[in-house]
């Protein structure tokens, strides 16, 4: 069997180094083993992943008798529930599954999981077994049929093949089945012939073990096991997960090398999950953010001393000092972010700053050097785009500094330092609490290479660390005008088109303003920097067009004002975002909405505020899944 084993997995050797970040998708996996009811354990936990965005969704159990059911629906979870409403749901051991289509449309039948021929198997799946055309030919040779269009069908006959020629046990034909596969996983597989034991692997997709007393829960992030146990096993790369009842959780390698696991303490609360009396878990994370900023702060910032240790910066203080160019990449929200970083790095530490969108960074053949530092900020830290630019800015040599949301996942293990934002879950697909903690952790740091290179002044420096420690306080004052931005939002729930502008630090913020509403609201936004209106967009602007612009006093204030009044010339219609006691900018607009006076570096984090729930009313209003926007999903991990 041994023999076997080696000889297969060197013959697939090529497939192992050909490993790639790029091709995983969004699904959700969740797992139960122990003495409760499974059924109810795992519509929870699709429940609490449905933020990931999906389009199917399905259960596996087996049942005192030794059944293995499979239920599967096309839709929500609640359709899930519904469909199995007079069937069958009992058994203290089962799957489920939440599927975002790429092998195959999103219908019950490709839905996982899936059964293997003898229906003895199911498996469910997270990512895309590249090889399966190939592998599902060789199937069908020995007489498999298959029912649906996936990739995932292809791996459990795979697997059932392996367990019956072999004649061997569901962990070893699974760790056989794997040896043969290119692509990436997470995977989850029962045996209706042993209903004590379930076999998880992954490669490339989240995995993360629950531990119970004599239970255990799999999930693809901790939030379907967070109120059942505060003890987790992150699966590593490669690695094959032996959960059984009664015993010790084991893991082995693909390339069977025995590891032991490693229990971590989970810091998420089951509170940071629910909707806490918001009708939404957007309006929830926007209205965090003077707590979430000041836990991101706290331990970092010292407001006595005026002072900002970060330790990911301490420990690698030369890495920065030395640095010739810092590259930043990022996708969506976080790249917006990234912008910000670089307008405060140039600015205090005057090295050189590139942002590069990931998906463009990793195909473009991009000049990356030894002395490149590279910053890759994610919330989820599983982005699949920003994973691959890592690996490839690493095999260049560059250091690679992370900026990430969530502790334990692929980001900041793939990077060589970096720092949490640690602002808890953010559930809401469009970011808001993420974002404003990733331009804060950036402007720490910009403010602490300056410091240590000299180029920027300890007064500018304890100037703006005092300012900085003071925007919580500021970012409750902002989100007082929560009701007033709503009623407004009314008046523009016509609009099919909105212009955000900015100069500066709050063209980033413009972008990413107008992508807030293209997110939630689906009204189509173009975030501009206000100067280059008049090179183009300025065509699009009559009486119709909705112009949100971004014009506190600093910086720029003059040359804004000129934008605005060649917006009023063409009689757009003006939101404003101004500085508290501004009455300039407040006469030319349609409506205006204060935000405390700060440094100009810190704007962002104050403009922010009222551009989030701008969007997040408008959509409302609209009558949008403004939780789950259509198409979308949270954890991007698909390119
Ligand atoms: C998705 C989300 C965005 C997010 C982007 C990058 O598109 O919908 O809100 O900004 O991914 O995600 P990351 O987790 O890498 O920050």
């Given at each position: 069997?041994?023999?076997?084993?080696?000889?297969?997995?060197?013959?697939?050797?090529?497939?192992?180094?050909?490993?790639?970040?790029?091709?995983?998708?969004?699904?959700?996996?969740?797992?139960?083993?122990?003495?409760?009811?499974?059924?109810?354990?795992?519509?929870?936990?699709?429940?609490?992943?449905?933020?990931?965005?999906?389009?199917?969704?399905?259960?596996?159990?087996?049942?005192?008798?030794?059944?293995?059911?499979?239920?599967?629906?096309?839709?929500?979870?609640?359709?899930?529930?519904?469909?199995?409403?007079?069937?069958?749901?009992?058994?203290?051991?089962?799957?489920?599954?939440?599927?975002?289509?790429?092998?195959?449309?999103?219908?019950?039948?490709?839905?996982?999981?899936?059964?293997?021929?003898?229906?003895?198997?199911?498996?469910?799946?997270?990512?895309?077994?590249?090889?399966y055309a190939v592998l599902k030919q060789g199937l069908m040779k020995h007489g498999y049929s298959f029912k649906s269009e996936t990739d995932t069908e292809v791996l459990?006959?795979?697997?059932?093949?392996?367990?019956?020629?072999?004649?061997?046990?569901?962990?070893?034909?699974?760790?056989?089945?794997?040896?043969?596969?290119?692509?990436?996983?997470?995977?989850?597989?029962?045996?209706?012939?042993?209903?004590?034991?379930?076999?998880?692997?992954?490669?490339?997709?989240?995995?993360?073990?629950?531990?119970?007393?004599?239970?255990?829960?799999?999930?693809?992030?901790?939030?379907?096991?967070?109120?059942?146990?505060?003890?987790?096993?992150?699966?590593?790369?490669?690695?094959?997960?032996?959960?059984?009842?009664?015993?010790?959780?084991?893991?082995?390698?693909?390339?069977?090398?025995?590891?032991?696991?490693?229990?971590?303490?989970?810091?998420?609360?089951?509170?940071?999950?629910?909707?806490?009396?918001?009708?939404?878990?957007?309006?929830?994370?926007?209205?965090?953010?003077?707590?979430?900023?000041?836990?991101?702060?706290?331990?970092?910032?010292?407001?006595?001393?005026?002072?900002?240790?970060?330790?990911?910066?301490?420990?690698?203080?030369?890495?920065?000092?030395?640095?010739?160019?810092?590259?930043?990449?990022?996708?969506?929200?976080?790249?917006?972010?990234?912008?910000?970083?670089?307008?405060?790095?140039?600015?205090?530490?005057?090295?050189?700053?590139?942002?590069?969108?990931?998906?463009?960074?990793?195909?473009?053949?991009?000049?990356?050097?030894?002395?490149?530092?590279?910053?890759?900020?994610?919330?989820?830290?599983?982005?699949?785009?920003?994973?691959?630019?890592?690996?490839?800015?690493?095999?260049?040599?560059?250091?690679?500094?992370?900026?990430?949301?969530?502790?334990?996942?692929?980001?900041?293990?793939?990077?060589?330092?970096?720092?949490?934002?640690?602002?808890?879950?953010?559930?809401?697909?469009?970011?808001?609490?993420?974002?404003?903690?990733?331009?804060?952790?950036?402007?720490?740091?910009?403010?602490?290479?300056?410091?240590?290179?000299?180029?920027?002044?300890?007064?500018?420096?304890?100037?703006?660390?005092?300012?900085?420690?003071?925007?919580?306080?500021?970012?409750?004052?902002?989100?007082?005008?929560?009701?007033?931005?709503?009623?407004?939002?009314?008046?523009?729930?016509?609009?099919?088109?909105?212009?955000?502008?900015?100069?500066?630090?709050?063209?980033?913020?413009?972008?990413?303003?107008?992508?807030?509403?293209?997110?939630?609201?689906?009204?189509?936004?173009?975030?501009?920097?206000?100067?280059?209106?008049?090179?183009?967009?300025?065509?699009?602007?009559?009486?119709?067009?909705?112009?949100?612009?971004?014009?506190?006093?600093?910086?720029?204030?003059?040359?804004?004002?000129?934008?605005?009044?060649?917006?009023?010339?063409?009689?757009?219609?003006?939101?404003?975002?101004?500085?508290?006691?501004?009455?300039?900018?407040?006469?030319?607009?349609?409506?205006?909405?204060?935000?405390?006076?700060?440094?100009?570096?810190?704007?962002?984090?104050?403009?922010?505020?009222?551009?989030?729930?701008?969007?997040?009313?408008?959509?409302?209003?609209?009558?949008?899944?403004?939780?789950?926007?259509?198409?979308?999903?949270?954890?991007?991990?698909?390119?």
């Open positions: 069997m041994l023999q076997l084993l080696q000889k297969r997995i060197k013959k697939t050797k090529f497939a192992t180094v050909l490993q790639t970040f790029n091709i995983k998708i969004m699904c959700g996996i969740v797992g139960y083993i122990g003495k409760r009811d499974a059924y109810p354990i795992l519509i929870k936990g699709l429940h609490r992943l449905e933020y990931r965005g999906y389009d199917s969704a399905g259960v596996a159990l087996i049942n005192s008798k030794q059944e293995l059911k499979v239920y599967k629906a096309k839709g929500k979870v609640a359709d899930l529930e519904h469909a199995v409403e007079s069937k069958d749901v009992s058994g203290t051991i089962g799957i489920a599954h939440t599927r975002w289509a790429t092998h195959g449309e999103p219908n019950q039948v490709n839905a996982h999981p899936h059964y293997s021929e003898s229906e003895e198997l199911a498996i469910i799946h997270n990512g895309i077994i590249e090889n459990v006959q795979l697997i059932e093949y392996i367990k019956t020629t072999d004649k061997t046990d569901l962990q070893t034909a699974v760790q056989l089945a794997l040896n043969q596969v290119v692509g990436a996983y997470a995977i989850v597989v029962l045996d209706r012939n042993n209903p004590d034991e379930m076999v998880a692997a992954r490669k490339g997709s989240p995995l993360v073990v629950g531990i119970g007393e004599d239970e255990f829960f799999l999930a693809s992030d901790a939030t379907p096991i967070v109120e059942f146990t505060n003890k987790v096993v992150y699966v590593g790369e490669q690695e094959i997960v032996h959960l059984q009842r009664g015993k010790e959780i084991s893991i082995r390698t693909i390339g069977n090398v025995v590891k032991t696991p490693e229990i971590k303490k989970l810091e998420m609360t089951l509170s940071q999950l629910e909707k806490g009396g918001y009708p939404h878990f957007m309006l929830k994370e926007i209205f965090e953010q003077p707590t979430t900023l000041a836990t991101s702060m706290r331990g970092r910032v010292n407001i006595e001393h005026n002072n900002i240790t970060l330790a990911g910066f301490i420990d690698n203080k030369e890495k920065f000092l030395n640095a010739k160019r810092i590259i930043i990449t990022a996708c969506g929200t976080s790249w917006h972010a990234g912008l910000i970083g670089m307008y405060a790095i140039e600015e205090f530490a005057r090295i050189p700053v590139v942002v590069e969108y990931s998906s463009e960074f990793r195909y473009r053949s991009p000049v990356i050097n030894e002395d490149d530092l590279v910053i890759a900020i994610s919330q989820s830290g599983e982005t699949a785009d920003t994973l691959a630019a890592i690996e490839l800015a690493k095999s260049h040599g560059a250091f690679i500094f992370g900026i990430c949301n969530v502790v334990g996942a692929s980001i900041p293990r793939a990077a060589h330092s970096g720092c949490y934002t640690h602002v808890g879950p953010e559930i809401g697909v469009a970011s808001t609490k993420a974002f404003t903690a990733q331009v804060t952790v950036l402007t720490m740091l910009a403010l602490m290479i300056g410091k240590e290179k000299g180029t920027l002044s300890d007064e500018r420096y304890l100037q703006i660390v005092s300012e900085l420690a003071k925007i919580p306080e500021k970012i409750s004052e902002t989100l007082k005008q929560d009701d007033r931005i709503a009623e407004f939002a009314k008046t523009f729930t016509y609009a099919q088109n909105f212009i955000y502008l900015g100069r500066g630090y709050n063209y980033p913020i413009a972008m990413e303003g107008a992508l807030k509403l293209k997110e939630i609201s689906y009204i189509h936004a173009e975030g501009y920097p206000a100067a280059e209106m008049k090179h183009g967009p300025i065509a699009l602007i009559n009486q119709e067009m909705p112009v949100v612009v971004i014009a506190p006093q600093c910086g720029t204030y003059e040359k804004v004002v000129s934008n605005i009044q060649e917006i009023k010339a063409r009689k757009g219609r003006i939101i404003s975002i101004v500085t508290n006691g501004d009455t300039v900018v407040r006469d030319m607009s349609d409506y205006s909405i204060c935000i405390p006076e700060t440094e100009e570096c810190l704007v962002p984090l104050l403009a922010a505020i009222p551009l989030q729930l701008l969007a997040y009313h408008i959509a409302v209003v609209k009558g949008c899944d403004v939780d789950q926007p259509r198409n979308l999903a949270k954890s991007v991990t698909v390119e």
